[in-house]
């Protein structure tokens, strides 16, 4: 049984929990995630980890209330227990097996669309730690959904807020800030890492690609059950066939095919799709 620690909302319909898991803080690093179970019944939620405390032996998670069972876990108080709580689960962030004293010398831009700033945060907060001090582009679609600006000031070199009305920061798509950072205040950057909703990073790929930046991207939004098993996850990295569950969930962004993703993960929302899927397979 996992402990809740701490259980507080962010925004709406956005909230963050620290749970007691010393095995998984002890192992996990950025990029990797958790599968948690409520309860004996439960569904298998995977959720990427936004942050993780060795020490305390904590893991820390943020959830968008998407559908019936993270509603339910929205309901879950400080002093509850999930009964499951699997991992660190996937490959880490590429920015791990790399030599500190290299990514020292390299300019690098993040690219966080609104939930996807959870997973951004523990790299940013690493590279930090290994003294790289990234840029990074928080968007959303208004002002109160905007998490961990924060936070992420503490850890990150600039930060750039973007929001699709205009309430807040810089007024319009996070790709016009990534256009207007490398056009207009010549900034280069070496490698773009961007998480967030597949057709947010659809096109910053589209416009990194233009720019000429190298750029990973988390599969993370395309997982169901986060085991290899379901299928949901699958899709075409250049030429290859790929789960984003056990082979990522980075890829390079350049190469995923996201209008099959997005087909599939459309598809994958309903059990007549999901028979659709497993007669196509
Ligand atoms: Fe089910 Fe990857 S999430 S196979």
Redesign the pocket.
Known sequence: MYKILKAKDLAENIFLMDVEAPRVARHCEPGQFVIVKMDEKGERI?LTICDYDREKGTITIVVQVVGASTKKMAEYKEGEYFRDFTGPLGRPSEFISEDPETLKNKKILFVAGGLGTAPVYPQVKWLHEHGVDADVIIGAKTKDLVIMEEEMKAVAGNVYVCTDDGSYGHAGMVTSMVEKLVKEEGKHYDVCVAIGPMIMMKFTCLMTKDLGIPTIVSMNP?????????????LHVGDEVK????DGPEFDGHLVDFDEAMKRQQMYRTEEGRAMLRLQE
Do not use: Y
């Open positions: 995977p395309i997982m169901v059950d986060g085991t290899g098993m379901c299928g949901a996850c699958r789960f984003a569950c056990v």
